[in-house]
């Protein structure tokens, strides 16, 4: 088999020689991807850099007697430049035979992609001028900042092209552009010294906002100069910022097509998620076209076309989110996974549920992920504020645990929301009787 290399302009290349490879499927998804990026040391230029990468991602299928079923063994590879296709190809064939999975089909040509706007022209076209311009608007937003300092920074402008096909004919693409800006900011506050770390990633450079971004930053680097340990008890918690990222993981989990046919989903069509709900109701949707969504995108990796889908409502599970591997083996209706995670806001405002004191209002942290099968949240506090007596003390160390599927029967959502990366709903999510270590 004569090899290929891969490179520019190579995939109907490498799709003529898996249409020959003797396999009874194939995927192919190609990434090509240029970055410009622009790294600073306080005020001065430490590097500019072009980074320009392109891989293809196959995935081979062969179907396998056995035990009186017919299996499909796959292995899968990632191709560079320069690296031998039809080498790797038959490779994969040999390890084929050894990984082997209940059958299912890949999406067919007949899918409806939903046009998208995922593209800023300037990221794409004139990425330098973009990272300067972010280094401008980073130098006006500190001016006057003392006592805090931008230590250092990193901009990085992102252009994607995203190219799928498979066996059965299926052909799509499209494009995106990313601007990232990873940020240290240093407070030297009554002979105390504090830091504060943030990143912040938009579609396109108006959703950027690196201005706000950086004096609520400030503040918080000026506040953990003088921050105190949390109490140690049982306290309400409001949840916001980084935490609305990362805490409503389990829900997606359980909901996923992948828990449900491995059995550790507790999820049924129909059923109440939470059970015995006191107060507001979730409804949580997945919207793959959200204007601005770092997970908007047209299809999903196996070129499924996507769309938007309430997936609990009312705190209802409706049904699962599953590909199409898992939606066969289920035998319900590929949807895809969780893109962007769009949650339906409550009736509180936020001022009323700080009002409600004591409570604890914690929006950063080292990390902050629930355990996917129990429900189970920990994470240690970088920046929060006790809310106590009138007064607002900020709060840096200890810990917040508790459990999910408990602690979200008490669960109150803000009426005011916020778009994050790809996130879209409450400004701020208040439980009740989450377990406080600290002083």
Known sequence: MAGVKTGANTLAELTGLLAQAGVDGWQVRRLRQVSEQLYLNFDQVESLRRVETETCHVTIYL???KDDRTWLGESSFTLNPGDDAAAEVDQAKERAVLALNPVFALPGPGQRYQSLKLVDSDLRDQPRQVLWQVRHDLELAMAGAEPVALASTEIF???REIELANHTGLHGGYAETELEVHFVLLAAVAGEEAESLGVRRARFRRDLQISDVLARYRRYAMDNARAELPPSGSYPVIFGEEALDTIFHHLVAQA??????????RLQAGKPVIPQPRRDLLTL????WLPGGLASRPFDQQGLALRPLTFIRDNIFQQPLADCRYAAYLGAEPTGGLTNLQVAPGRATLAEMLAAEPVLHLLRFSTLEPNPVTGALSGEIRTGYLHQHGRVVPLKGGSVSGNLEEAFRFLTLSRE??????????LGLRLEGMSIAGA
Not at 256 to 265: D, I, L, M, R, T
Not at 285 to 288: Q, R
């Open 63 to 65: 179907q396998v007697a």
């Open 157 to 159: 402008c992102h252009y």
């Open 256 to 265: 996923g097509g992948e828990a449900a046919f491995q059995g550790w989903s």
């Open 285 to 288: 949707t997945s919207d793959p």
């Open 417 to 426: 929301t916020e778009q994050r990366e790809a996130y879209l709903g409450p």
